[in-house]
């Protein structure tokens, strides 16, 4: 019966440090300003809400959700992403890596990044 529980344990803490990685662990992208970005296709990871309250011209809105259904827009393409925070940078960046999406860099929508 011990064993059992503690297999268990052992699962709990692996699949807590797995979403603590995915979510939490700093990505190596660097930050850019807006006008770097100028000429490049931008994907816009926010939430809808946060998105249209500081609406971000000529990028592609897909908010982190999303974007497994809209991968394939910009498949092996190299593009820039606009974030509210380090979470969804660091999330919407592994995923799109999973998709073969390369992402130079962030632009932070909020000052805080």
């Not at 979470?87 to 592994?94: A, D, G, H, L, T």
Request: contains cysteine; aromatic residues 8%.
């Amino acid at each position: 019966m011990t064993v059992v529980i503690m297999a268990a344990a052992v699962l709990a803490i692996a699949a807590a440090l797995l979403i603590g990685y995915k979510r939490y662990w700093p990505v190596n992208v660097k930050r850019i300003s807006l006008e770097e970005a100028a000429g490049h296709p931008v994907i816009d990871v926010r939430d809808w809400q946060e998105a249209n309250r500081l609406p971000l011209e000529g990028a592609e809105l897909i908010p982190c959700g999303y974007i497994p259904r809209n991968a394939g827009k910009f498949g092996g393409q190299e593009v820039y992403i606009a974030a509210a925070s380090a979470v969804e940078r660091n999330f919407s960046v592994r995923l799109l890596k999973k998709y073969n999406i390369h992402v130079k860099g962030f632009i932070c929508m909020d000052g805080s990044l």
